[in-house]
């Protein structure tokens, strides 16, 4: 698949029950795991893998009304009401977002490539993979 073609998908994401969905252009800038404590207990996990992109590729498609927001307008983690599933973080003052890649229905182009923030990742976790591992953000 060519460049172009890859950056004309768009994939389908939705949360737990439903209430939310959301489409994102396969467009990707990066794909990392994240193992601060902030991001294992919004998703209830030892880590989260999310994928980067620019604000203006992700959109809300069903259930807007349905966004529970923690944060202010321009770094904030959107969760559905209904059964709180995190499905995007706005970050870098509202420029771009942090797709959680489990809620993502398809699959990306892209795939994790280093583990963030791995000075306070879960002592009860291992990582077992060779992507690099960083103390904090490369």
């Given at each position: 698949?060519?460049?172009?073609?890859?950056?004309?998908?768009?994939?389908?994401?939705?949360?737990?029950?439903?209430?939310?969905?959301?489409?994102?252009?396969?467009?990707?800038?990066?794909?990392?795991?994240?193992?601060?404590?902030?991001?294992?207990?919004t998703t209830g996990s030892a880590f989260k893998p999310?994928?980067?992109?620019?604000?203006?590729?992700?959109?809300?498609?069903?259930?807007?009304?349905?966004?529970?927001?923690?944060?202010?307008?321009?770094?904030?983690?959107?969760?559905?009401?209904?059964?709180?599933?995190?499905?995007?973080?706005?970050?870098?003052?509202?420029?771009?977002?942090?797709?959680?890649?489990?809620?993502?229905?398809?699959?990306?182009?892209?795939?994790?490539?280093?583990?963030?923030?791995?000075?306070?990742?879960?002592?009860?976790?291992?990582?077992?993979?060779?992507?690099?591992?960083?103390?904090?953000?490369?």
């Open positions: 698949m060519n460049r172009q073609a890859i950056s004309d998908r768009t994939l389908a994401g939705t949360c737990l029950c439903g209430s939310v969905e959301y489409a994102v252009s396969d467009a990707f800038i990066y794909a990392m795991n994240c193992h601060c404590s902030k991001c294992r207990r999310f994928a980067g992109i620019e604000r203006d590729k992700l959109s809300v498609t069903k259930g807007e009304g349905n966004l529970l927001i923690f944060g202010d307008g321009d770094n904030h983690d959107a969760h559905c009401k209904a059964c709180c599933s995190l499905l995007y973080s706005v970050v870098n003052d509202g420029a771009l977002i942090h797709v959680a890649m489990g809620t993502l229905v398809d699959e990306p182009t892209i795939r994790p490539t280093a583990h963030i923030f791995v000075g306070s990742k879960a002592p009860w976790y291992t990582i077992t993979d060779n992507l690099p591992q960083h103390e904090e953000l490369p």
